[in-house]
């Protein structure tokens, strides 16, 4: 059973819960993005020690720029998810719960 203040609106505990609930799924989801944004750099940084290592003029490396344009193509991805997600989380963490004197008080 859902508890609801006498305005019909969920509970500061309710709100509490589901504010930390979401705190928690953008924690985990911002750590994960932030692994994922590894990856690119590591694609990219390797790529750059073949090319270096091989020379401009090898047959290879076509498909190493190749490489590099789709790493850096992930990286701004990532980029771009990892704004939404904090932007999202703010929005969402923004909205915080009246502390319970507001509650009686409405």
């Given at each position: 059973?859902?508890?609801?203040?006498?305005?019909?609106?969920?509970?500061?505990?309710?709100?509490?819960v589901?504010?930390?609930?979401?705190e928690?799924?953008g924690?985990?989801?911002?750590?994960?993005?932030?692994?994922?944004?590894?990856?690119?750099?590591?694609?990219l940084?390797?790529?750059?020690?073949?090319?270096?290592a091989?020379?401009t003029?090898?047959?290879?490396i076509?498909e190493l720029?190749?490489?590099?344009s789709a790493?850096?193509r992930?990286?701004?991805?990532t980029?771009?998810l990892?704004?939404?997600?904090?932007?999202?989380?703010?929005?969402?963490?923004?909205?915080r719960?009246?502390?319970?004197?507001?509650?009686?008080?409405?």
């Amino acid at each position: 059973m859902v508890s609801r203040t006498l305005r019909g609106g969920l509970s500061f505990e309710v709100q509490l819960v589901r504010t930390r609930k979401l705190e928690a799924v953008g924690q985990l989801a911002g750590v994960v993005a932030h692994d994922v944004n590894d990856l690119p750099a590591v694609i990219l940084g390797t790529t750059q020690l073949v090319v270096d290592a091989l020379g401009t003029e090898h047959p290879v490396i076509q498909e190493l720029e190749i490489v590099e344009s789709a790493a850096g193509r992930g990286a701004e991805l990532t980029t771009q998810l990892l704004l939404n997600l904090a932007s999202n989380v703010d929005d969402a963490v923004g909205a915080r719960p009246r502390s319970h004197d507001d509650l009686v008080r409405a």
